[in-house]
């Protein structure tokens, strides 16, 4: 049978297809802007014929209409990732959260670890040899799907195809929903004075034919808003979004230092308007990777001069990073921040960067404390910590004692909490700490 008979033969509605996965079963959903969204809601409108389905993914950026309440019968979502949109699930009772760093995802399928029953995926149309492209999400979910004992897929013009190891083929496909909506969109943030003094002490410490690494949330963009005076980037990251595409468009970003993938802005996923959606689609200059490598702190190192820029929301006088949670609860997760803040430390010439901005909850609460709030998960350990910058500056951890790392943290916090980060720091290291 030829790839179409095939294509064209399994062609069905949403409704329809969701009729393949069974009461027990466990249902890996591709992520990001890349969610299958019409399988989500045709399985939330059958929710009465579904009792104990796991819906496991990274992030969120629908409205998971599953993990909210009155659904706990039906359905329960465990999340490699907490966004906006599942956090009150997960902290709720409602919802699980599985720990892991986005590198080892693929694996958590493969390996017999997280064995997924149906993948639901979200892929463009078939080229002229029954090709997909994964499009924006590349990540893990061609992992999900291999291992899968039935695979969905929504087949979208929408969704751009994307070059690199971004394709499944028609054949690895049960079922196909065709779709024709525009991609979820990321809008880029208005900037606040603030994170823009962050963006230029991080863009202080990116040299010309750096490569790098950006995180999740707004200081990315700030960052790269920053950098239009710099030559020769490239970029090597889990994610990219549209302040990416400004800066190749200006030539700031050309990818001619890197040591790896030389040419070539190497990501896993991506998010952002309909420009970069189609700035992506066919461009070779744009290669999309599974994170099991993109991620790997071995590929990352094989990258020389390699920044990795990521935010957090607390940081302890000893150095130690909480990105994901604020004491027990859980507002975020892992991702790629222990990956690449690795990757870039075993790199040569490389530096890791967490940025934050000195304050949260509108001034009242200092971001660097002398203790993590109880129960908060550590995502970077203080032996792989390297670099911290508030909007008040930057602090160099790596190599230093205790007490320097207390001193230096205490330079960049905000005024208004400096004496009692000082106060608490000499309690602890019973001398003044200009000693
Ligand atoms: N105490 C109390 N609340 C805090 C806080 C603190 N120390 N720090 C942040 N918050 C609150 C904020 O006020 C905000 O609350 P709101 O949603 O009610 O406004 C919320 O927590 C999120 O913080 P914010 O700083 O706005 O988040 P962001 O969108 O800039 O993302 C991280 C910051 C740290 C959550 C995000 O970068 C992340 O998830 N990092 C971990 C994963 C990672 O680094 N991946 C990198 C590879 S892509």
Not at 288 to 302: E, G, K, L, R, S
Not at 361 to 379: C, E, F, H, M, R
Request: proline share 5%; hydrophobic share 40%.
């Amino acid at each position: 049978m030829g790839w179409e008979q095939h294509y064209l033969g399994r062609q069905i509605t949403a409704d329809e297809a969701v009729k393949a996965i069974k009461p027990g079963n466990r249902v890996a959903f591709g992520h990001a802007v890349a969610e299958p969204t019409a399988i989500a809601d045709a399985l939330v409108r059958a929710k009465d014929n579904y009792r104990d389905v796991e819906i496991v993914h990274m992030v969120c950026m629908g409205n998971a209409e599953y993990a909210k309440p009155g659904m706990e019968a039906h359905f329960r979502h465990n999340a490699l990732f907490v966004g906006a949109a599942t956090r009150d699930a997960v902290n709720g009772g409602r919802g699980d959260f599985t720990p892991c760093h986005f590198s080892d995802i693929p694996s958590l399928f493969t390996d017999g670890c997280l064995p997924a029953d149906v993948a639901c995926i979200h892929v463009s149309p078939p080229d002229e040899n029954g090709i997909c492209s994964l499009g924006v999400s590349v990540d893990y979910t061609k992992a999900a799907a291999k291992m899968a004992k039935v695979v969905i897929a929504e087949v979208n013009p929408c969704m751009p195809r994307t070059m690199g190891e971004s394709f499944i083929s028609t054949e690895d496909i049960d079922w196909f929903v065709p779709v024709n909506r525009p991609l979820i969109e990321l809008v880029p943030p208005v900037l606040t004075d603030v994170e823009k003094a962050i963006g230029k002490h991080c863009a202080s410490l990116v040299k010309d034919g750096a490569t790098l690494q950006l995180g999740i949330g707004s200081l990315p963009d700030a960052v790269l808003a920053a950098l239009t005076d710099k030559n020769d980037l490239g970029i090597h990251s889990e994610m990219i979004s549209d302040g990416v595409m400004h800066l190749m468009t200006r030539g700031v970003i050309n990818n001619s230092q890197k040591t790896l993938h030389k040419g070539c802005c190497v990501v896993t996923f991506l998010m952002g308007t309909q420009r970069l959606y189609e700035f992506v689609d066919g461009n070779p200059e744009v290669q999309m990777y599974p994170v099991d490598y993109v991620n790997n702190p071995a590929v990352i190192a094989q990258n020389d001069n390699m920044v990795s820029i990521n935010a957090c929301v607390q940081v302890d006088l000893m150095g130690q990073v909480a990105s994901e949670s604020i004491g027990l609860k859980q507002i975020s997760a892992t991702g790629g921040q222990t990956d690449f803040v690795r990757g870039a430390n075993m790199s040569r010439g490389g530096r890791s960067i967490i940025a934050m901005p000195s304050t949260a909850a509108g001034g009242k609460i200092s971001k660097i404390v002398p203790l993590l709030d109880t129960g908060a998960a550590v995502t970077t350990h203080r032996c792989d910590v390297d670099t911290i910058v508030t909007e008040y500056g930057i602090a160099r951890l790596k190599g230093r004692t205790l007490r320097e790392r207390a001193a230096a943290l205490i330079r960049i916090a905000h005024p208004s909490f400096q004496g009692g980060l000082l106060e608490e720091s000499e309690k602890r290291f019973g001398c003044p700490l200009s000693r």
